[in-house]
């Protein structure tokens, strides 16, 4: 039946995050027409609030860097991790796909990685890479060349930034965490040149020097403006139009009114997963059923997940998420993802019985998994205690408590949160929890920390532990003795930083029924489609890297281009 549109274009991309972006962009230079609909008043989606690190075998970069990769050893790596459901084409097309795209934005646009000797998060498994540089992390750019859409750009998260508004590369983050040599003379001047950002510093909080996933995103939307490509902000969807087996247009939600968007070659979905919507956490998400401390934005709510059911979709791995431990600040609107702080020295994790269950310093993903599952079958771990001593109080950050600065001029919000006492057996009275059980458990961490030693969970023994542990600290850069009073301690909770369960797609990042029929045109990506990680995370930027070749793959495919 023909359809009465109020704008008709080639491809459609719902959502802003970086692969919706890229697919718009690699779409618009295979000369597609293209539009962009964001639903939230700012874009960048979660991409922009990341590290911006993407997970790429095989590149060019880290050729450069000495390293040659092989793609049969990524594959047997991911395919060892990810769920049997997740068929090895999908696989494939990622490994494969991956360093073209790669290489593909840095032909196209200003956005430059390089490759991190990063390890694999599993570096012992079969195929995985102790040494790293698989993981790929994005240089800074210019914002300043965005002009007025830098304004309406995501803020980075605030576990991702400096007080919220400073933004840092990682390697400015390892030179703060360390205090090594020079620290203070180069945050002074960052902070200087932040606030002398005149007259623009009178209007905007922003830091227009961007970084990690702001820095990502921001190259991105620059080479889209180059290309004249619209981006609409406040456009939701509401609905897929399908005409038999093809999805022929979508209805928006434009300055308050419907529009119905006819499309010639395709709709992307690049629109996150259902972080925030507490109800679909209700019927899929066992594991991690709070959507309160779900580091996703808060736009992410599943619409577009929701939207591909209606036309026939199939969906695959709704109970699963990109799990992480995390922080909750009261008055925030999302959790704050516990990376670095756990694998240092001087700290341990402890149930609600003041027992040690885990080895803090694996991946968020490995912690934030059995911190759920813990849950699930104790109910003694949400939320769980980060326990540290003075020393590591004033040497490293504790999520939103910073060190140098003191407990009384730490934001207020912090301050509700923080225990603090003279002796163990008093911070277990305000914990909450036996002082003799967190008084034994410390002085049995604390034996075998003075030799280096964890008998219990092997905390600092394999490659990925040591990435974030201090190398100052010998013989073990993950442990120390807890000793120095006072001693302090934080809620931390089994949250995520996003689902990554949704629509059934193939290797083309089509979406298929259940019968695994294609719908054409209809493709999703990022975590609006079912990860080709099933509940793995084999590495640092597996989100956002097939986020942004299966974008890639999926624009080339709907145009039918060759750029």
């Not at 075998?57 to 092989?70: H, I, L, V, Y």
């Not at 360093?99 to 694999?120: C, E, G, H, K, S």
């Not at 203070?184 to 996933?213: E, Q, V």
């Not at 059934?504 to 294609?518: E, F, H, L, R, S």
Request: aromatic letters at 10%.
């Amino acid at each position: 039946m023909s359809q009465n549109w109020d704008k008709e274009v080639d491809v459609l991309v719902v959502g802003s995050g970086a692969g919706g972006l890229l697919s718009a962009l690699v779409a618009a230079k295979n000369k597609a027409d293209v539009l962009i609909v964001e639903k939230d008043k700012l874009w960048g989606g979660t991409s922009a609030t990341s590290g911006g690190g993407i997970w790429i075998p095989g590149s060019d970069q880290a050729r450069a860097s000495g390293f040659e990769d092989n793609l049969d050893d990524a594959f047997t790596y991911v395919r060892g991790l990810s769920k049997d459901n997740v068929p090895d084409e999908n696989i494939r097309a990622y490994v494969n796909n991956a360093a073209p795209m790669l290489r593909w934005v840095t032909d196209n646009t200003q956005i430059r990685y390089i490759a991190a000797p990063y390890p694999d998060y599993h570096a012992e498994n079969p195929g995985g890479s102790v040494t790293g540089f698989r993981t790929h992390l994005p240089l800074e750019f210019d914002g300043k060349q965005l002009g007025a859409d830098l304004r309406t750009q995501r803020f980075p998260s605030p576990a991702a930034s400096l007080f919220g508004w400073l933004n840092w590369t990682f390697a400015e983050t390892t030179e703060l965490l360390y205090r090594t040599k020079g620290w203070f003379t180069h945050l002074t001047i960052n902070m200087a040149k932040y606030w002398l950002d005149w007259p623009f510093r009178f209007t905007s909080r922003k830091d227009r020097r961007l970084t990690l996933g702001n820095a990502l995103t921001g190259g991105l939307r620059l080479a889209l403006n180059e290309r004249n490509v619209p981006l609409w902000l406040e456009s939701p969807l509401t609905e897929l139009v399908r005409e038999g087996d093809r999805v022929v247009g979508a209805v928006i939600t434009h300055k308050g009114k419907p529009m119905r968007i006819g499309v010639r070659k395709g709709v992307v979905l690049a629109a996150g997963g259902f972080d925030k919507n507490q109800q679909m956490r209700d019927a899929n998400s066992p594991l991690y059923p709070t959507a309160q401390i779900s580091g996703g934005v808060t736009s992410n709510t599943g619409d577009s997940i929701r939207a591909g059911e209606a036309v026939g979709a199939g969906t695959m791995n709704m109970q699963s998420a990109w799990a992480a431990p995390v922080f909750y600040v009261p008055g925030e609107d999302r959790g704050r993802l516990c990376t670095i702080e756990r694998a240092l020295p001087g700290c341990i994790m402890v149930n609600q019985k003041g027992e040690r269950y885990l080895n803090e310093a694996a991946s968020y993903h490995v912690t934030g998994q059995l911190m759920a599952q813990r849950q699930l079958e104790h109910g003694d771990a949400s939320p769980s205690w980060m326990v540290f001593d003075y020393r590591y109080r004033h040497q490293f950050p504790m999520g939103p408590l910073y060190p140098l600065i003191p407990d009384w001029a730490q934001n207020g919000a912090v301050k509700q949160i923080l225990k603090k006492a003279g002796t163990i057996e008093e911070l277990a009275a305000q914990m909450g929890v036996d002082p003799a059980a967190l008084s034994r458990t410390i002085a049995e961490f604390n034996e075998h920390a003075a030799k280096g030693e964890d008998p219990a969970f092997h905390r600092g023994q394999a490659a990925y532990d040591k990435m974030y542990g201090d190398p100052r600290n010998t013989p073990n850069p993950c442990l120390r003795p807890l000793t120095e009073a006072p001693f302090y301690a934080m809620p931390i909770y089994p949250g995520d930083i996003g689902t990554n369960g949704g629509l059934m797609t193939n290797a083309k990042a089509q979406v298929i029924d259940d019968a695994g029929k294609p719908i054409k045109g209809l493709y999703a990506v990022g975590n609006n489609a079912a990860s080709s990680m099933g509940e793995s995370y084999p590495g640092a930027g597996v989100t956002i890297g097939p986020a942004m070749t299966f974008g890639y793959i999926a624009a080339r495919d709907m145009t039918g281009g060759n750029e």
